[in-house]
Structure formats: C-alpha cells, structure tokens
T-cell receptor, first 117, second 113 residues
Framework: GAVVSQHPSRVICKSGTSVKIECRSLDFQATTMFWYRQFPKKSLMLMATSNEGSKATYEQGVEKDKFLINHASLTLSTLTVTSAHPEDSSFYIC?????????????FGPGTRLTVL | GQQLNQSPQSMFIQEGEDVSMNCTSSSIFNTWLWYKQEPGEGPVLLIA?????ELTSNGRLTAQFGITRKDSFLNISASIPSDVGIYFCAGSIYSSGTYKYIFGTGTRLKVLA
C-alpha cells in the first residue's frame, strides 16, 4: 500500500521558536498533499492544501504567515510553524493524495505531536 | 458549508458482535473513504469507494457507496478487541469550482471482551 512518513513524530520547543515538520510520500508521487490539525477527541481539521510547485491553499481562519507550507517536490511537503506559542500545541497530520483530486485517495502520515512550552 | 453527519458518535459492543456505522450528507460525493485511527497515530485507510452502489470488503469490514451518492456505511463483522479505535468517513465533493475532502466527526468504538 501507499506509505506516507512524517518527521519528527514528536517535538517540544520553546515559545517563539519555529518548527518544521516534513511529510514524505515514500512509494508514490503526490502532486497534492494536505495538512491537518487534530485536537483531542476531535475530527481532523484541514489547515491547507499543498500543491507541488505552487502556493498552498489555506482554509479560512488559518494564518498563512504563521503556518508556512512548501511543496518543493512530488514526494515532500513541509509545514513550518513560525514563532510558535503554547496555543499551537497540537497533533499535526499530513496526507498525500494518490490519484487525481476529487477521485483519488488520501494516505495519512503517522502525525507529529507538537508541544510548545 | 458542507457537512458530513456520522453516527453513532460512540458505541460499546461485546466481542463477536457485528457493528454498523454510517455517514450521510445533503451533498453528492464523488468518493467515500473509511479510516481507522488509534490514539497518537494517523488515520489508516480501510476501504475506498469510487462508484455509486459499490460494495467493497476488506476482511471483516464491508463498506458501501450509497446509490444516491449522499451516504455510505461501514460494517464490521464479528468484532474483536483490536477493532477498538475511532472510525472516520471522508468524502470528496465538488464545490465552488474545486474538489474538497470532508471528514465525518468519527465513531468511537469500544469492544468489551
């Protein structure tokens, strides 16, 4: 099956620092990747859609200057949380789309637990 | 905005029982996907459905893409303790000139041995 990795799995940082999370599709190419945030006992909340070679599309209410997304290759998208604050602490999950948008299947990474002190 | 109603929200069942959960919407979906998520991990794909009426099985799991394209169900037969987790439905819809993927609120399953 399609495999997606995420790194790091856990990160603890001080308030005001920036954190980069990587999402890789290991055995397929993904023009489109997605970044989600998940709060305890809640469903996934889409933050942005990452498109290879173009700017990401952010959902309403998500600060693009706060959550920087780069999709420089067909197998790698990165999410950088800039000037992190305790309220940014959360579980961040990426997915990579296998197939065409609307008809394809999302495969998820294992998630990254971010804790901002 | 588009909503996906998933039910039940949670359920306790005895080991060996069959489980059924479903997702409904007022919108028409192009694909339906079912995932299972365990604590601290990302969702894992269980079944993907691409055509209205499609019925697909994966071991003890069976899912169907509703004929109206507005609903889907997932059945688990003869549940076992490792079926514990949160099950999410997700689907893609075409809206405002683009495709969007929408997730259900999840069904939390607990299996009593």
């Amino acid at each position: 099956g399609a495999v997606v990795s995420q790194h790091p799995s856990r990160v603890i940082c001080k308030s005001g620092t920036s954190v980069k999370i990587e999402c890789r599709s290991l055995d397929f190419q993904a023009t489109t990747m997605f970044w989600y945030r998940q709060f305890p006992k809640k469903s996934l909340m889409l933050m942005a859609t990452s498109n290879e070679g173009s700017k990401a599309t952010y959902e309403q209410g998500v600060e693009k200057d706060k959550f920087l997304i780069n999709h420089a290759s067909l197998t790698l998208s990165t999410l950088t949380v800039t000037s992190a604050h305790p309220e940014d602490s959360s579980f961040y999950i990426c997915s990579a789309l296998l197939g065409l948008v609307g008809a394809g299947t999302q495969y998820f990474g294992p998630g990254t637990r971010l804790t901002v002190l | 905005g588009q909503q996906l109603n998933q039910s039940p929200q949670s359920m306790f069942i005895q080991e060996g029982e069959d489980v059924s959960m479903n997702c409904t919407s007022s919108s028409i979906f192009n694909t339906w996907l079912w995932y299972k998520q365990e604590p601290g991990e990302g969702p894992v794909l269980l079944i993907a459905l691409y055509k209205a009426g499609e019925l697909t099985s994966n071991g003890r799991l069976t899912a169907q893409f509703g004929i109206t394209r507005k609903d889907s169900f997932l059945n688990i037969s003869a549940s076992i303790p490792s079926d514990v987790g949160i099950y999410f439905c997700a689907g893609s819809i075409y809206s405002s000139g683009t495709y969007k993927y929408i997730f259900g609120t999840g069904t939390r399953l607990k299996v009593l041995a």
